[in-house]
């Protein structure tokens, strides 16, 4: 698949114009506009740091003017690695004046992921932090390099903070230092340049590529175009009613697809609120910026469910501008769903979304059970939703089957995967997501498993088959299987099974092993437990539930 073919039919992109869920306007023009429009709004906040729409804007040509200094062009593809900080939203929308394609990796990533990312992607340049969670980005970015070899795509690092030494490595300081003349903006009044606003990108090109939880030995890029993305961001919006009162709180990683889009960053800037970033997810973090900043809105995944509660009960916060909080990403015990809502003091929100597109969103007037026992309905009336058995056959409502869904913002094929398309896909273009879920008379659904050889720890993607591939590279170790296991505090847990010639390493060997392997920590199991051999099934394929069996019993 080439960019320009986004996968979905003539008729089909035609059909979702028509109805205007398409609406034919890049990201960089739509910045533009709300940049000359109403200028003066807050967009931005980050520590003491705030930017306007207008200077938002102006932000945007200046890393652009940059990025074109260091060769980026329109459809080039950047890795953005940074952890919650704004110049997170000032990278994205300076590539996005020039039209060229963020890559979203998560702060954790390791060698081996941004190695990966970086090869498919044939990526041009990185942007990543100096230092962050006690851990060098530029020393990652050295070993990426030097992997890639003398022949590899990859130019040029640019460094959030202290770039050192290395030759190559541009301080993001200098890029956005630009001169005051921005192409198209030589005059106030000047009308901006063909292309100023977004390097001549169209609305059907790929405007980001999102990275997948992942099922195979290496996660999949999955392109999201700007039609599709910006109406994925709209309609969050518009079920959850944003405004230009808005203030939304990033408090999970700012590149995750939840808190980018749905409708997260990008939904609030689109409705002309403000975004505030936190740079960590803690309660008491979090509140501060809620107190300050009057939040309405944020986002969070199950595990730290319970410590909000928590520190909402001790009293000493006034969450009083807080009306939605949404929660994501993976299962969400009922009895923490009906807890949260009286903690805060806030509406909760259930969302069963995905990078590869399809999201459901309870609604804000739902009955209170509806909102506690279910993930929500589409946010779509154009997402197609098929519940099949393992024939592929349409089940009846209230009865589990495998969630296969199509829609207008939905992916018709993974970057650059011709042969995983072929099974990913039905023939007739539905993505099968690997979750089973339910569907209820009132269209909600209930996710109630996962056919997929994926852990789901507390919203954190592990493809088992990625993991044990790694594992396997251990000298003592000669079969392994990686199981999840209900846990109290992730949801899942992951658990090591391995078959040892020799003495079994334990589990901070095992870590120690993947870390240096490459492979970002959070995909290290929880538990490592020796076993003689691997259970088989009638197939024989790895019995995981007889593993995960065995692992429950005391
Ligand atoms: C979100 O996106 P991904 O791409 O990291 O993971 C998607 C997968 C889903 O296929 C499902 O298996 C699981 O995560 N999941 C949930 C869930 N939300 C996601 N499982 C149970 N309950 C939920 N509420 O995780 C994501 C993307 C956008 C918005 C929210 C989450």
Same mark, same amino acid.
């Given at each position: 698949m080439t960019e320009k073919q986004n996968g979905w039919s003539d008729a089909e992109s035609a059909r979702y114009r028509a109805v205007g869920h398409w609406e034919g306007v890049t990201f960089g023009a739509r910045l533009r506009r709300a940049g000359t429009e109403g200028g003066d709004r807050a967009a931005l906040v980050d520590g003491d740091r705030r930017w306007t729409y207008a200077d938002l804007d102006t932000e945007a040509d200046r890393v652009a003017h940059g990025l074109r200094g260091l060769g980026v062009e329109r459809g080039d593809r950047v890795v953005v690695q940074l952890p919650n900080c704004a110049e997170f939203v000032l990278v994205w929308f300076g590539l996005q004046r020039l039209g060229a394609v963020p890559v979203h990796a998560m702060p954790g990533h390791r060698r081996r992921e941004i190695g990966h990312l970086v090869r498919v992607s044939g990526a041009v340049a990185c942007v990543v932090p100096d230092r962050h969670a006690r851990f060098d980005h530029r020393e990652l970015m050295r070993e990426v390099r030097a992997e890639q070899g003398p022949g590899g795509s990859l130019r040029t690092v640019v460094v959030v903070g202290d770039p050192g030494s290395e030759s190559g490595f541009v301080p993001f300081e200098a890029l956005r230092a630009a001169p005051p003349s921005v192409p198209g903006r030589t005059a106030p009044d000047a009308r901006p340049a063909p292309g100023a606003d977004d390097g001549g990108a169209d609305s059907a090109d790929v405007a980001l590529l999102l990275l997948s939880g992942g099922t195979t030995g290496l996660p999949k890029l999955i392109p999201r175009t700007h039609d599709d993305y910006a109406y994925n961001a709209r309609a969050c919006a518009g079920v959850c009613a944003l405004d230009e009162r808005t203030v939304y709180l990033? *408090?999970?990683? *700012?590149?995750f697809n939840f808190t980018f889009a749905c409708p997260g960053v990008l939904g609030t800037l689109m409705a002309g609120g403000t975004v505030v970033i936190a740079p960590d997810p803690s309660p008491q973090t979090a509140f501060a910026l809620v107190e300050r900043e009057g939040v309405t809105l944020t986002s969070l995944t199950p595990p730290l469910v319970t410590h909000w509660v928590d520190e909402a009960a001790s009293g000493s916060w006034d969450l009083g501008s807080l009306s939605v909080v949404q929660v994501g990403g993976a299962r969400l015990p009922e009895e923490h769903a009906r807890k949260l809502g009286p903690a805060l003091g806030a509406t909760v929100q259930q969302v069963f979304g995905m990078a590869e597109g399809l999201i459901n969103l309870t609604r804000l007037d739902d009955p209170e059970d509806l909102v506690c026992a279910t993930q929500g309905r589409p946010i779509s009336p154009d997402d197609e939703i098929l519940v099949v058995d393992t024939d592929g056959r349409p089940v009846p409502d209230g009865t589990a089957g495998e969630l296969l869904t199509r829609g207008p913002y939905t992916l018709r094929g993974y970057y650059r995967a011709d042969e995983h398309n072929r099974t990913a896909f039905t023939p007739d273009g539905y993505y099968r997501t690997g979750d089973v879920v339910r569907r209820l008379p009132t269209g909600h659904l209930v996710v *109630?498993?996962?056919?997929?050889?994926?852990?789901?720890r507390g919203g954190e993607k592990v493809a088992a088959v990625e993991v044990e591939e790694q594992l396997l590279t251990h000298p003592a170790i000669t079969a392994a299987a990686l199981v999840g296991v209900p846990d109290e505090r992730w949801g899942e847990r992951t658990v090591a099974f391995v078959v040892c010639d020799g003495e079994a390493p334990g589990v901070r060997e095992v870590a120690a092993h993947l870390r240096e392997r490459g492979l970002a920590g959070y995909k290290s199991p929880d538990e490592v437990v020796r076993v003689a051999g691997l259970p088989l099934t009638a197939v024989g394929k790895i019995d995981k539930a007889a593993l995960a069996r065995a692992s429950l019993r005391p």
């Open positions: 990033a *408090v999970l990683p *700012v590149g *109630v498993g996962r056919i997929k050889d994926q852990i789901n």
